[in-house]
């Protein structure tokens, strides 16, 4: 091995890693707030790069079918609408369904409406990023409403099973919207830096620098606003928030938006790189989760650097013996659980 | 009370099961991959099944379509369903190799014949009594390696690289490739292996590219044929790619874009059944496939994977009307007569290759089913 493979492997190990960084970032939130392992962080991955990819023009004509995720944010805006006015009813509170409704299926509808219309217009590329963040951004928040909130005193267990129903019922309809082969979106620029002997690529650079932007916003925004620092506030304690006036469901549904986000994001970041399919994101995913356990689903810190370890081990594991390379990589959650057994003190759920 | 109210429904079934089973259509239960992993295989496959007639020998026929989702058990608890729930009297699938041989057992144990759509000479092993009762219609393994490593002869190869997937398709044609390169004296100096999910392949393609051979050979199926070809083209390759006949799909072409250029590989002459010289009888069955399919889903939406499920139904077509000379559908008889009837299929020529089945090949293909192709500028262009 020589110096220039060695740069090249450093940097794949990065790139991957800011990446996977994300989606530790997206579920130690998740966990911290709602107790939610959440399975599914994955497809909102696949569905960021397919989505993008889907509304790429194909020969110069514009597509001819919208993403399927519009019919899904449809689909999904009417369910949560209507158990929205369920709810309401039963509650005998007629004056509060109608702007209920507004909230929950009013907006979602419209961001569908909207990316309807543009889906069709010659966009820009940064133009078809926002409408892809945009619309699989707001899947997270009528997924937390549908599938979790009726749940949200349930134990880890039984979130953890409606998780993993979820990332199969989403798998499957990935399945449906974006086909069985995969898609790659264009580059955001082909270009490549010469430092020395070394070549860097300014799309691996890209993905390194929005990976740390996002983290130093995410920082901002739980140290300084009064919204961050309720989520924060919960997740240390949730009936302490409750008691001060932090609604756990207003929280919960923060915190999907904001994971939603930081998952869309990775997907748009990725595709470029890879070739992403409908199932791509549950592996993607896993490594998310190998590094956020690193960071014992608690600490966003460690969480990164955990995935930062996750890409390196990866890269080296595949030039060095890439037959088992998921072995050597899933292997090392076995002595970080080890370690963290051993070092931190027994913690049952059932005491909070 | 329960009982008493259950009976009038419970006899209404039997009779209405009786009376299903009395009007003695033939039934041909199928199970494809229509989703998981080989998803990209099995709707092709699934596709072609609905565009089959439901008549064969002037006798009615019930196409009865399950998925297996890529996976083995389902597979097999899909395979006793049809022949113990649906009495089905051929069995078609499945599309992947773990599936088909899982498969062997139940349809030996039932005796009834299957038709697998994958590619393992293993499934058709003579060396297993229990192939007997099992045929398939996909070219093997080895025969395209051997096309692969033909062709790198000619081309002045000396040196191959290969990087394939790490499961039962990459160590299959891995396997037949260490075969083909040693009989025809080329060494292969580096093996790597890569997952059809990865994200990367820098690792893999880096030690490929260092190890520099004179060609690579990709074993994949579908676009994750692509990751590492732009790898590859990325870390500036020069040498001959070839892929194998895995990837043989519009998407494929999509994905890899312009650094699928020059790449070799070998497939069923229907893809490219127009360049074929009219004196091809392959020419004339290939369009007869590929026109059909293609005017219900689309132009240039063809695959190999879907000839696959077309050669299956050509074989039956060509075998049910014996059978049913010897027996009535629906009985054991009546079975045992189709698989004799599919193993003495003679030159038959179907979208793939021409078969012709013995005791001792129930595969039946020759080198009639394999044509070297190149892509260039994202079509697929007959070899010379």
Known sequence: MDLSIFALLVQDGITNGAVYALLALALVLVFAVTRVIWVPSGEFVSYGTLTLAALQRVDGAPPATPPGTIWLVVGMAVVAGLMELIECVQRGEMARSVRQLLLWTGIPLAIGAAAWGLARLELPFWAQIVVTLALVTTLGPLLYRIAYQPLAEASVLVLLIVSVAVHFALTGLGLLFFGAEGSRTPAFSSESVQLGDITISVQSLLVVMTSIAMIAVLALFFGRTLIGKALRATALNRVGARLVGVSPNLAGTATFTLAALLCAFSGVLIGPITTVYYDSGFLVSLKGFVAAIIGGLVSYPMAALGALLVGLLEAFASFWASAFKEVIVFTLIIPVLLWRSLTAHHHDEEDE | ?384
Do not use: C
């Not at chain 2, 097999?76 to 088909?100: M, W």
């Not at chain 2, 144990?109 to 293993?122: F, G, K, L, Q, V």
């Not at chain 2, 007997?132 to 393994?141: E, G, R, Y």
């Open chain 2, 1 to 384: 009370m329960h009982v008493r109210k259950w009976l009038p429904a419970l006899a209404g079934g039997i009779a209405l099961a009786l009376s299903l089973s009395a009007t003695a259509d033939i039934n041909i239960g199928v199970t494809v991959s229509a989703t998981g992993p080989a998803a990209s295989l099995g709707i092709p496959e699934k596709n072609t099944i609905e565009l089959l007639p439901t008549t064969i020998g002037g006798q009615k026929v019930n196409w009865i379509v399950l998925d297996d989702g890529s996976d083995t058990t389902k597979a097999v608890t899909n395979t006793r369903k049809l022949i113990s729930e649906d009495k089905v009297d051929v069995v078609v699938g499945s599309t992947i190799t773990p599936n088909s041989l899982a498969m062997v057992d139940v349809v030996a144990d039932a005796e009834t014949p299957m038709i697998s759509m994958a590619a393992s000479a293993r499934i058709v092993d003579p060396g297993n009594p229990k192939t007997k009762w099992v045929f398939k219609t996909p070219q093997s393994d080895a025969l395209m390696a051997d096309a692969i490593a033909v062709n790198m002869k000619a081309n002045g190869v000396k040196t191959m690289g290969y990087i394939g997937f790490a499961d039962g398709y990459g160590d299959g044609w891995l396997a037949e490739m260490r075969n083909s390169a040693k009989t025809t004296g080329i060494r292969i100096v580096a093996e790597e292996k890569y997952n059809r999910n990865d994200a990367s392949v820098t690792g893999q393609v880096l030690k490929l590219v260092a190890a520099n051979p004179d060609a690579i050979l990709i074993a994949a199926a579908g676009t994750p044929g692509a990751t590492p070809q732009k790898e590859l083209a990325a870390r500036n390759y020069k040498g001959k790619i070839y892929q194998t006949h895995g990837v043989a799909n519009p998407d494929f072409l999509r994905v890899v874009g312009k650094d699928g250029n020059g790449t070799i590989l070998p497939i069923g002459p229907m893809l490219v059944f127009e360049q074929l010289p009219d004196s091809n009888p392959l020419k004339k069955s290939g369009a007869e496939y590929i026109v059909k399919y293609e005017a219900k889903y689309g132009k240039d939406s063809r695959s190999t994977f879907g000839g696959h499920a077309w050669d299956a139904y050509l074989l039956l077509a060509r075998a049910i009307p014996e059978a049913l000379k010897k027996a009535k559908p629906g009985t054991k008889e009546f079975r045992a007569a189709l698989r004799d009837a599919l193993e003495s299929t003679k030159e038959l020529v179907a979208s793939h290759g021409v078969y012709t089945m013995t005791p001792q090949d129930h595969n039946g293909l020759d080198n009639r089913a394999r044509t070297m192709i190149r892509i260039e500028n994202g079509k697929w262009v007959l070899a010379k």
